[in-house]
């Protein structure tokens, strides 16, 4: 088996992975002008209102006239965005409101409707510590990239240009976000997914795995390089990854296997979280396998330096 | 492998403990020499806001972005903040403080949230109120005319307007202490401008009644013996050193040092948490089942062996949970099962050592340390980079008061700590034990080749 010959043609099936999704995120940045994803009340601030009614549910219509006379100029909640939950619930986002007018919009649907109105769920974030979540994550993940390839890089110090390792490594590992992020955008805008704090957490959950999984079929080329001394670079890897191969496709199947019965079995509050975390851990033993290890070898041909020069032969 | 029969009594006796905590609400060693038991310990799983139902606010100083908050003032604004949840009769009540500004707040089980945040927020007012001859009793409700102009003596209701004397603000200290017949008592010293206010009123309304008044309800109201001019007093009333205490230190804080503001709230009700709690469970163990059947077929007799390690994986994190203990929130249980992955992942690359050094020839006992040895450096690098991701996360969830991350790293960490372990130690022991007792270099087929 020869991943190694047929890396180009890898790179381009990553590409058309991750492009779309770059298109979907342009997409979503133009119709909210906010952002590349849809951003969920955790990073945006607002509030999510989940009520169940016991008897008849009233109108969306009815709900949306509700807010309407709550808000006030403090809390400008009116045109919320109400979405029906199974039967009897709604999910209503709107600004962020405080408990109390929370409390008092509940007490006000009882004697309206005339049923018994049950809080599921209710969570209300400031907008400006939104902002501040998000700008948080952001400088998490990039430290999170640091500091993996700075232990790649000093963990790999026994073989020749160690940082090459940690650098193809994140590489990789953005690989893995931009998939995840791509995917992300994609669902935004078909099924109006909302990026959340459980999703910042399966976003990191994959950089973790993506590295993870790297440094295995990495910990391979490490042992041979010094084994197979006489070797050719790029025959070496090659035999690396065929080597790991087993290993990755086993993991990555029992992985699968806990995730799906996640995703079967696990309720609708993780449902979201786990989709991503499938994408993203799929990505992750993909770009090991057939980005990381052959950015190595792309590496140390310095290939760049003949891309433009005889696109032919190298694409071949 | 040297001292495996150490290692194989070191594991049973784990397992042993293990199940024992994990089988149990209450840890209890009781004491053959007296009636004190020698070690009690509550080991109940502690289940987080999203599964069992509550309210979680995340409190912020509400000052400007540029002034400085100290962390004195704000460990003291969390426990008078936890002093007043108290008094709401919530229990469990959890308050921490995240970063350098902020509280996250935790009331399991509350029905009320309007009213617990609205409660929080106050900012507790102190008075000494003029009560004149007539003393209200301890708890009653009063109206002062603190911050009002030109008070009328009724509200609009007929409910008497009370004169505020001074504020908590004129307080120096104030202490618990005992009278000679052992009462408690509290001390306090005024504040040299609050001393004269407090002299000239003492002196003319002598055998009055002055109400200590928070956040306006009556917490006492004395008498007054004799003027008091030095700035130096002792409230008496029906102490208890507690609830002693509890007015010394309402007295000496009686306001929150910083006003405080709710920047995030969640309520998650009873039902939707219970609902997840079920789910995630019954996903959880067809996850776990699902992987051991895998195992099994795919590797055989390693594989069975890896399983019985994956269980004692699963005792001895859930064991970990209990004694710690770890707060178990919806995305702490994924973080545990995706541990399990990763529990998984450090066996199968053992074992695709393993048959590959069994393929180059090696005896079965060779060949199981060899693929020990080989295997060791990308398990070790693969978790410790898992494990810095989940320090990362751990840093971020805690200085951001976003407990859904931090429960999810704490999980994370503590079950790949826990996989090194059994993939290292317990796989590698049950192995050899086993091959000590059979002669499993016969049948290479058992092995998967």
């Known amino acids: 088996m020869n991943i190694i010959k047929n890396r180009y043609t890898f790179f381009l099936i990553s590409l058309l992975i991750i492009v779309p ?59 919320p965005i109400i979405q029906p939950l199974a039967e009897d619930s709604f999910a209503i986002r709107s600004k962020s409101m405080t408990d109390e007018t929370k409390g008092k919009m509940i007490v006000e649907m009882e004697a309206r409707y005339g049923t018994k109105v049950t809080v599921l769920n209710f969570t209300s974030v400031s907008p400006a510590i939104g902002a501040e979540v998000t700008r948080a994550a952001g400088f998490a993940i990039l430290l999170a990239a640091v500091a993996i390839l700075l232990y790649i890089w000093w963990a790999f110090r026994g073989v020749e240009h160690p940082y090459r390792y940690g650098a193809a490594a994140v590489i990789a590992m953005l690989h893995d976000v931009l998939v995840v992020l791509g995917t992300e955008a994609i669902l935004g805008y078909f099924l109006g997914w909302e990026a959340d704090a459980l999703f910042l957490t399966a976003l990191l959950t994959v950089i973790g795995f993506s590295v993870h999984d790297t440094i295995v079929v990495f910990d391979r080329v490490r ?20 080597q790991t191969l087993d290993r990755s496709i086993t993991t990555q199947l029992t992985v699968m296997l806990t995730l799906f019965s996640l995703v079967l079995f696990g309720g609708d509050s993780t449902r979201h979280f786990v989709i991503i975390l499938l994408v993203g851990i799929f990505s992750g033993t993909y770009s090991s396998i057939f980005n990381a290890a052959p950015i190595l070898v792309v590496w140390e041909n310095r290939e760049w330096t003949t891309w433009f020069k005889r696109k032919a032969e190298t694409s071949a | 492998m040297r001292n495996k029969n150490t290692w194989l009594v070191v594991i049973i006796l784990l397992v042993a403990f293990s199940l024992w905590v994990d089988l149990s609400d209450n840890l209890l060693v009781a004491n053959p020499f007296s009636d004190t038991p ?143 017949t052992g009462e408690y008592a509290i001390s306090f010293v005024l504040k040299s401008d609050a001393t004269d206010v407090f002299g000239e009123y003492t002196t003319s309304h002598q055998q009055q009644y002055l109400a200590i008044v928070l956040d306006k309800q009556v917490i006492s109201a004395p008498i007054i013996q004799s003027p008091i001019t030095d700035g130096q007093g002792q409230i008496s009333g029906n102490f208890t050193q507690e609830t002693a205490q509890t007015l010394s230190v309402q007295l000496r804080s009686g306001a929150l040092p910083i006003p405080i503001k709710v920047v995030e709230s969640r309520t998650v009700g009873p039902t939707l948490g219970e609902e997840s709690l079920r789910k995630s469970v019954q996903a959880g163990l067809i996850g776990l089942a699902v992987v ?88 070790r690098d693969s978790n410790t980079s898992t494990l810095i991701t989940s320090l990362i996360l751990f840093i971020f969830g805690n200085t951001f008061g976003a407990s859904i991350v931090k429960g999810f790293s704490i999980t994370l960490a503590l079950g790949v700590i826990v996989s090194l372990f059994t993939a290292i130690i317990v796989t590698r022991t049950f192995l050899h034990t086993l091959l000590d007792k059979i002669k499993l270099a016969e049948h290479p087929r058992w092995f998967g080749l």
């Open chain 2, 38 to 180: 020698l070690v009690e310990r509550n080991v109940e799983t502690k289940l987080g806001l999203d599964l069992r139902g509550g309210l979680q606010a995340l409190l912020e100083a509400d000052v400007p972005a540029e002034t400085v908050v100290t962390s004195e003032e704000l460990v003291n604004a969390k426990n008078i903040l936890q002093n007043r949840a108290n008094a709401l009769g919530v229990s469990e009540v959890v308050m921490q403080t995240a970063g350098d500004r902020r509280i996250v707040a935790e009331f399991p089980g509350v029905t009320n949230p309007e009213e617990v945040v609205s409660a929080l927020k106050q900012t507790a007012l102190l008075e000494f109120v003029d009560m004149g001859t007539t003393p209200l009793p301890e708890g009653s409700k009063i109206q002062t005319d603190f911050g009002m102009e030109n008070a009328p003596a009724t509200t609009e209701s007929g409910e008497t307007i009370y004169k505020t004397i001074m504020t908590g603000a004129g307080l120096q200290t104030a202490s618990v202490t005992r009278s000679q």
């Open chain 1, 21 to 79: 999704g770059l298109v979907f995120m342009g997409l979503n940045w133009a119709q909210t002008k906010e952002g590349p994803l849809p951003l969920g009340i955790d990073f945006r601030g607002g509030s999510l209102l989940e009520v169940q009614f016991e008897n008849a549910r009233p109108t969306v219509e009815e709900i949306a006239t509700l807010y309407a006379e709550f808000s006030s100029a403090a809390e400008p909640i009116a045109d």
């Open chain 1, 223 to 242: 042992e041979n390089s010094n084994i197979l001394r006489r070797v050719e670079y790029e025959t070496m890897v090659n035999h690396s990854i065929v």
């Open chain 2, 292 to 379: 051991i059947l895998f195992m099994g077929i795919y590797y055989r007799v390693p594989g069975v062996v890896a399983d019985m390690a994956l269980i004692t994986y699963a005792l001895f994190t859930l064991m970990l949970f209990k004694l710690i203990p770890v707060v178990l929130t919806l995305p702490g249980i994924a973080g545990f099962i995706l541990s399990v992955g990763m529990a998984v992942d450090a066996n199968v690359l053992i074992f695709e050592r393993l048959k590959e050094e069994l393929r180059n020839g090696r005896n079965l006992n060779q060949a199981i340390d060899l693929a020990w040895s080989r295997a060791w450096p990308s398990i």
